[in-house]
């Protein structure tokens, strides 16, 4: 009987004879008619197999897409590593933006001390902000009786480096705390053809030197400004411990990037020829404490 007159024949059997009565399947040589396999199948047995074989199935995809890669391929999963990294980068993206804002700051706060403009309201805010920030510090932090006679022994070691308080033609004060401690060193060899002279906004001084010329690092320091200006060439600024900042000007390239990190003496620029051509090549130097220009003799041994 073939398969066609099986089907004929269970389509007019009532169901309940269809699930209770086995039937046997072979599976038979064609050539030789040899029974090769054969087994006995009820209708309620086909069901069962045919049931638990789609429950393994969905079990077995189920634990696929939970548990393995896999589930990266499926639409709507995602994957929670990608979401961690993608947290943890938005966080460092934050952390950037503010380090970048406050670098900017620094920068156009550097550029205007540089050109020796009015830093603005918002500088002073910021500073009296710092003002009343460590005011509150201080008074939190209260130092024993040993501690302060310490401390004022070392002060009054520290007063021989003190800078003392001039004044410009407008009567703005151009003082600088005593902070700064330690030795500079003269950035190259030369005759001052052009002193300081804070009346007259000459907030530096002028070296003659042969052209390109290297000029050295005064004191170990990070590079916070290194660009070219229109009215003095080539402009490079160091930040030095103690709130000093040397600036050299008037150069014709520069060797160092801003961000850099340099020693004492170490070569920063080339001296070039500044807008005063009568002097030829010179190196305009400035120094600057706590935000005020002193003169670099007082400093410097040149």
Excluded: C
């Excluded at 999963?77 to 979401?83: G, L, N, P």
């Excluded at 024993?144 to 520290?158: F, G, I, T, Y």
């Excluded at 390109?212 to 411990?241: C, D, K, M, R, W």
Aim: net charge negative; no cysteine.
């Amino acid at each position: 009987m073939g398969i066609k007159d099986w089907w004929l024949k269970l389509k007019g059997t009532p169901l309940s004879d269809v699930i209770k009565h086995k039937h046997r399947f072979v599976v038979m040589d064609t050539d030789t008619f040899k029974e090769k396999f054969s087994f006995q199948l009820s209708g309620i047995n086909l069901f069962v197999t045919i049931g638990v074989t789609i429950i393994v199935l969905i079990v077995l995809t189920t634990v696929l897409i939970a548990f393995t890669p896999l589930r990266e391929y499926i639409p709507g999963y995602t994957d929670t590593e990608m979401v961690e990294q993608t947290y943890v980068n938005a966080k460092k993206i934050d952390s950037l933006e503010v380090a970048i804002s406050d670098q900017e700051w620094l920068i156009a706060t550097m550029q205007a001390v540089l050109r020796g403009e009015h830093l603005g309201t918002d500088f002073e805010e910021a500073v009296a902000d710092s003002t009343a920030t460590l005011a509150v510090v201080t008074k939190a932090y209260k130092h024993s009786k040993e501690d302060s006679l310490l401390r004022v022994d070392v002060e009054n070691e520290d007063n021989r480096y003190q800078v003392k308080q001039t004044t410009s033609q407008n009567n703005v004060a151009l003082d600088a705390q005593p902070v700064v401690t330690h030795l500079f060193f003269a950035p190259l060899k030369g005759n001052i053809v052009i002193p300081y002279n804070a009346a007259e906004r000459h907030y530096g001084v002028d070296i003659s030197a042969a052209s390109n010329t290297p000029v050295n690092a005064a004191y170990s320091g990070t590079v916070v400004f290194a660009s070219f200006t229109a009215e003095t060439g080539y402009v490079i600024a160091l930040q030095h411990p103690g709130g000093v900042i040397t600036v050299y000007r008037n150069n014709s390239a520069l060797l160092k990037h801003q961000g850099d990190v340099v020693r004492s003496g170490e070569p920063i620029a080339y001296v070039g020829v500044g807008h005063k051509r009568e002097i030829g090549p010179y190196l305009h130097l400035e120094v600057w404490v706590n935000g005020s220009p002193v003169n670099p003799e007082e400093y410097i041994s040149f």
